[in-house]
């Protein structure tokens, strides 16, 4: 996510793989969250203020939507194996509003020091109830994270191990 050439450290990475050796990457997909703004606008300004700072900082948000082709360009096989998840809560008891206005309050120094937001706006002390209070209204569903993907290549070559089977 903070690679200045992620395929070139995916390459290097899958040298010191031995042949059939198994490289497994979990990274999300920063711009993807499925809240609705117009349903849950609270929300969906602050998840694009996070991954916006994330940005700013010189992050790749979309690195789990390019694990597939760079996994190709380093030369692993067979066809990289993608899986993605998202996580929802719903209910009056969902961890997400706690989560996000934690998370908010750890990244807020950085959004505004970057000028993308101003603490009035983020308004962090009252954060937390206003996200509980905007959900049950909105009788809506809640993300624990941005959409995740993870995926697995093996480096060509035999496995080492007879037959081929591990």
Do not use: C
């Amino acid at each position: 996510m903070y690679m200045s050439d992620a395929s070139a450290a995916l390459r290097r990475f899958a040298k010191h793989l031995r042949p059939g050796g198994i490289a497994v990457f979990h990274e999300w997909v920063g711009s993807v969250h499925g809240v609705s703004s117009t349903q849950q606008p609270l929300l969906a300004f602050l998840l694009e203020l996070l991954s916006a700072t994330f940005v700013r900082s010189g992050a790749s948000v979309s690195i789990g939507a390019e694990l597939y082709w760079r996994m190709l360009d380093a030369g692993l096989e067979p066809e990289p194996q993608p899986m993605t998840e998202i996580s929802f809560n719903t209910g009056r008891d969902t961890p997400g509003p706690r989560r996000w206005a934690l998370f908010a309050r750890s990244l807020l120094p950085k959004a505004i020091e970057y000028g993308l937001a101003t603490g009035a706006e983020v308004n962090i002390d009252t954060r937390e109830p206003r996200l509980r209070d905007e959900f049950l209204a909105a009788r809506g569903v809640m993300p624990l994270t941005y959409l995740m993907i993870g995926q697995w290549a093996r480096k060509p070559g035999s496995t080492g191990v007879a037959g081929g089977r591990e």
